[in-house]
Each structure stands twice: as C-alpha cells, then as structure tokens.
C-alpha cells in the first residue's frame, strides 16, 4: 500500500491511500518526491485520515442522496404533468365518445319510430286494400252465389 499523502495547506478531507502512479514513480523515489514537493503535497502520515476519508464519504453520500432526492422528485413532478396531461385528453376524449354515443343512439331511436310509424302504414294500407278486395270480389259475384 502507498503512503499517504495530504496537501501542506492543512486540509486533511484529501487522503491518498493508493499506491502513486507508475508515470510519477519510475521507481525513482527522487522523482516522485520532487513531483509531490512541485505540486504542493507532503508525504506524512495524518492522525484522522481515516476519520476524514469517512466524514467526506458520508458528506458525499449525503449530497448523492439530497442531488438524487432532488433529481427523483423533479422526475415525479414531470411525470405528473404528463399523467395530468393524458388524464385530461383521456377525459376529453370519453366526454366526445359518450357524446357521439348519445347522438347515435338518439338517431337510432329515432329511425326507429319513423320506421314502427311507416309499419303502421303500411298495415293500415295492406287492410284498406285487402278490404276493398273483398268488396269488389262481393260486387264481382254473380246474384244466385251470395
């Protein structure tokens, strides 16, 4: 395992706990010590690494969980419109449905009457035709059959 490295500056939430990389090593000691010394880092081992390490964990969780807690609910919230949305077109569109549906059976009951009404007609017609029928047949009779 590397050594631990924290930035001279006294901020002890960066811990580096893997070994450096190859690129810096070289297994040159030197160059790895001159790359720390350059980029402002010390090689020393702090007391509360691991209790940094954890507190910036735990710091990081908390924001992963208050950004995605605030990701989620922005997601409902558009998924909300959006089920507002169709519910209002499904709404729309049963109200038209139910209506085309009271015109037609209106229109049917409709055509319904004219056409009982055209039946009546044409049984009052047939009997008056069947009765004229008759007649004449009784008018055609020679005398001596009635």
């Given amino acids: 395992m590397g050594k631990t490295i924290v930035p001279q500056n006294g901020n002890a939430n960066r811990c580096r706990i893997d070994d ?45 969980a208050s950004e995605h807690l605030s990701d989620l609910i922005g997601k409902l919230q558009a998924w909300s419109v959006r089920l507002d949305r169709r519910e209002a077109e499904l709404n729309a569109r049963q109200a038209l449905l139910n209506h085309r549906e009271r015109t037609v059976r209106m229109q049917l009951q409709s055509q319904e009457k004219a056409l009982q009404q055209r039946e009546r007609v044409v049984q009052r017609d047939q009997q008056t035709v069947e009765a004229q029928v008759r007649r004449l047949a009784l008018a055609n009779l020679p005398l001596g059959t009635r």
């Fill in 20 to 64: 450096p990389h190859s690129a810096l090593s070289n297994h040159d000691p030197a160059a790895f010590t001159l790359n720390v010394a350059a980029s402002g880092f010390s090689e020393q081992e702090p007391d509360n690494c691991e209790q940094s390490v954890t507190s910036e964990f735990a710091g990081a969780a908390e924001l992963f």
